[in-house]
Nanobody
């Protein structure tokens, strides 16, 4: 079992930056792929970014490509989501998730989820 805890959310003005962290425990972090997802009010949960076990493979939603960067530090059992040039439409609860071995973009394929962290971008 892998437990995930997100942190780093908050309120920021449009154009600003935030870095989210996802701390993992209870498993072998280097054996899991990690994804970031978000759910805005009244909308479905959507894929944001994902990273493979070694960090060599990364994937992004078109809406965040060029602005967000996903990374991981297996020595610290932590994944990150650096968010730059934030827009009001990025406002959502952000979740990190993990699954064994292969990185995918569908939230249905992820077994382990954090509790979420709120990101609010004001205009």
């Amino acid at each position: 079992q892998v437990q995930l805890v997100e942190s780093g959310g908050g309120l920021v003005q449009a154009g600003g930056s935030l870095r989210l962290s996802c701390a993992a425990s209870g498993g072998t972090f280097s054996n899991v792929a990690v994804g970031w997802f978000r759910r805005a009010p009244g909308k479905e949960r959507e894929f944001v970014a994902a990273i493979g076990r070694s960090g060599g493979s990364t994937y992004y939603a078109d809406s965040v490509k060029g602005r967000f960067t996903i990374s991981r530090d297996n020595g610290k059992n932590t994944a990150y989501l650096q968010m730059n040039s934030l827009k009001p439409e990025d406002t959502a609860v952000y979740y990190c998730a993990a699954r064994s071995w292969v990185v995918v973009m569908s939230p249905k394929e992820y077994n382990y989820w954090g509790q979420g962290t709120q990101v609010t971008v004001s205009s």
